[in-house]
Each structure stands twice: as structure tokens, then as C-alpha cells.
């Protein structure tokens, strides 16, 4: 009964490729986050999306493409990897935009 | 610019002291802050605060706003090992956006 998951839990690439990770939320929130920890720890949002529309989108490289399919799903797509991009990715949802946020388990990518 | 300051940025006690975690920020547009307690994965929620002055407790763990001084406190009293961990403040501004500080890392020896 996982609240919000995300897969892959690791990846490791090279630079130069393509590669996505999912997010899913079976809450029934209307909005979702995308959020990235870099190597000092430090949390910064990406993107936010509500019922769908992008309503959050940081200041982060074209190479970084959300998508939502429906409300309860939320995947990043990153383009032309690059070894700044290592980091822990994290999805997150909420009922609604004013409401209390929650993580999913982090994706750790690792661009080699 | 948005910008939310924890301070210790890192604090070693034994266990049975008793801590308090300080959360400045300059936010504009705030909506609420939030507390978020992160071990080795992802962060989880301890409080949202919205109103000034009124305590929220949780066993060990209480915390407070001051909207007119801009600060929250979070404090752990008789701490344990278990409460090791990086301890995130969250601002919410405009459009529900999240604004974290660095965070404060507990370690808390036996």
C-alpha cells in the first residue's frame, strides 16, 4: 500500500544518454512535485504539477521534461545526461496545492 | 530572493538532552512552514505551522511560529538515538511552492 512510489530506486548511466523515472501517487492529491537533493544534501523543487498542468517549473536546463499522463502520475525525463545531474530525485504529492506534501523513496542517479 | 536559513547546521548531544532547531526565512507570500525529518530516505513530515504562537506537539517533538519575527523552533526533549537525523524546514510561499533550508543534522550519542 505504498503512498507514493517511484522507479528506478538506482541508476547509473553514462553522459549523453536519455533516461526517465516514473513517479505514482494512489493518494488521489491532485499535485505533484518533482524535487532534487544534490550531494549537500541541500532540497530544491522542480516542477509542480496540479491535476495534470504544469503550474511549478523551476529554473532547470531544457534537458529535464516532465510529464503527467493523469493525476496520479508524474515522470521526469532527462535528456544528454550530464555528470552534474548525479543526484537523488524526488517525487512528491500532495491533496492539494495548500496541503501537506509527501516523498516518495528517492531515485539516486549517478551520471558517469 | 525566497530564502530559508536553519541554524546549528550540525549538533552532536547525548541521549536525554534536550534540543532546539531554529528556522529563519524571508518568504514572500507565506502560506505555512513545515518541519520534515530526514534519515537515509525521504523525508518525513513532523509539523505544518500556519498561526502564530500555537504549539504543535508530538510525543517528544513540539515546534512553533513567529510570523512577525519570521522564525520557527523545533525542539526534541529527552532525545534518543532515533532522533539522529537531518532535521529540514520548509517554507511554503506563492503557487505552493517549497522553499528548504540546508537543514540541521542531529547525531545523538548514547
Known amino acids: 500500500d505504498t503512498a507514493v512510489s517511484q522507479t528506478p530506486k538506482y541508476l547509473v548511466t553514462q553522459m549523453g544518454n536519455d533516461k526517465s523515472i516514473k513517479c505514482e501517487q494512489n493518494l488521489g492529491h491532485d499535485t505533484m512535485y518533482w524535487y532534487k537533493q544534490d550531494s549537500k544534501k541541500f532540497l530544491k523543487i522542480m516542477f509542480s504539477y496540479n491535476n495534470k498542468e504544469l503550474i511549478i517549473n523551476e529554473t532547470v536546463p531544457n534537458r529535464f521534461s516532465p510529464k503527467s499522463p493523469d493525476k496520479a502520475h508524474l515522470n521526469l525525463h532527462i535528456n544528454s545526461l550530464e555528470l552534474g545531474d548525479s543526484a537523488v530525485y524526488f517525487c512528491?504529492?500532495?491533496?492539494?496545492?495548500?496541503?501537506?506534501?509527501?516523498f516518495g523513496p528517492g531515485t539516486r542517479l549517478l551520471v558517469l | 530572493e525566497d530564502k530559508v536559513v536553519q541554524s546549528p547546521l550540525s549538533l552532536v548531544v547525548h541521549e536525554g538532552d534536550t534540543v532546539t532547531l531554529n528556522c529563519s526565512y524571508e518568504v514572500t507570500n507565506f502560506r505555512s512552514l513545515l518541519w520534515y525529518k530526514q534519515e537515509k530516505k525521504a523525508p518525513t513530515f513532523l509539523f505544518m505551522l500556519?498561526?502564530?504562537?500555537i504549539e504543535k506537539k508530538s510525543g517528544r517533538l513540539s515546534s512553533i511560529l513567529d510570523k512577525k519575527e519570521l522564525f520557527s523552533i523545533l525542539n526534541i526533549t529527552a532525545t534518543q538515538t532515533g532522533d539522529s537525523a537531518v532535521y529540514l524546514c520548509?517554507?511554503?510561499?506563492?503557487?505552493?511552492?517549497?522553499?528548504f533550508g540546508q537543514g540541521t543534522e542531529l547525531s545523538v550519542k548514547p
Open positions: 520548509a517554507v511554503e510561499g506563492q503557487g505552493g511552492k517549497l522553499i
Open positions: 500556519t498561526s502564530s504562537g
Open positions: 512528491a504529492s500532495s491533496r492539494t496545492r495548500q496541503e501537506t506534501q509527501y
